[in-house]
């Protein structure tokens, strides 16, 4: 069946540092891939996506790319915020209407 | 962005009893909606893909007759916890498809059964 395997936390990073959190995939055939993040008390987000190999998903300063090759969708930033301080999960999909499997999240605190 | 919503977001029974919540697209039609439970400090596991019209399909170890599932409308799935146990106690949460690929959450439910 299909799995993600995310890095576990908690990640503790000081405001202004280099993020990468690590996601590596099991599937069958081409999944869509996911970077879901979910602020305290607030509901999951989608924060970027990719569909096909080689696509790069970017929003609000992340960024992750869809390796087949190595099956991995690393989350990275450049430059992380005390308001980056979440939980982030990694998920795929095969598409369409079906659900989505997610990684166990990574919890991002970011220290002033 | 398409919102959904849950309702209640908290709810406290009774060892033995049912509970009912609420999940709702709120400005898109949605044939298709998800149930997913997630434990503290956990991920979230697919319990049940809920379609209108017809019955819901669910995952492999989730039990149908305990988690009735019901999609009346295009706008509307409800997950009924039946003789709620202390182990059924968690967070549910529920996501609708807008045909583009992409899921939208509801903010959860957080059940905790006495």
């Known amino acids: 069946g299909n799995s993600v395997t995310q890095m576990e936390g908690p990640v503790t990073l000081s405001e202004e540092a280099f993020l990468t959190i690590n996601c590596t995939y099991t599937?069958?055939?081409?999944?869509?891939l996911f970077w879901y993040v979910q602020y305290p008390g607030e509901g999951l987000q989608l924060l970027l996506k990719?569909?096909?190999?080689?696509d790069k998903g970017s929003n609000k300063g992340f960024e992750a790319t869809y390796r087949k090759e190595t099956t991995s969708f690393h989350l990275e930033k450049g430059s992380v915020q005390v308001s980056d301080s979440a939980v982030y999960f990694c998920?795929?999909?095969?598409?369409?209407?079906?659900?989505?499997?997610f990684g166990k999240g990574t919890h991002l605190i970011i220290q002033p | 962005g398409a919102v959904v919503s849950q309702h209640p977001s908290w709810v406290i029974c009774k060892s033995g009893t049912s509970v009912k919540i609420e999940c709702r697209s709120l400005?898109?039609?949605?044939?298709?909606m998800f149930w997913y439970r997630q434990f503290p400090k956990q991920s979230l596991m697919l319990m049940a893909t809920?379609?209108?019209?017809?019955?819901?399909?669910?995952e492999q170890g989730v039990e149908k007759d305990k988690f009735l599932i019901n999609h009346a409308s295009l706008t509307l799935s409800t997950l009924t916890v039946t003789s709620a146990h202390p182990e059924d106690s968690s967070f549910y949460i529920c996501?609708?498809?807008?045909?583009?690929?992409?899921?939208?959450f509801g903010p959860g439910t957080r059940l905790t059964v006495t």
């Open positions: 996501s609708a498809w807008d045909y583009l690929d992409e899921q939208y």
């Open positions: 599937a069958t055939g081409y999944p869509s």
């Open positions: 990719a569909t096909k190999a080689d």
């Open positions: 998920a795929l999909t095969r598409g369409g209407a079906d659900g989505l499997t």
């Open positions: 400005d898109f039609q949605a044939t298709t």
């Open positions: 809920s379609n209108e019209g017809s019955k819901a399909t669910y």
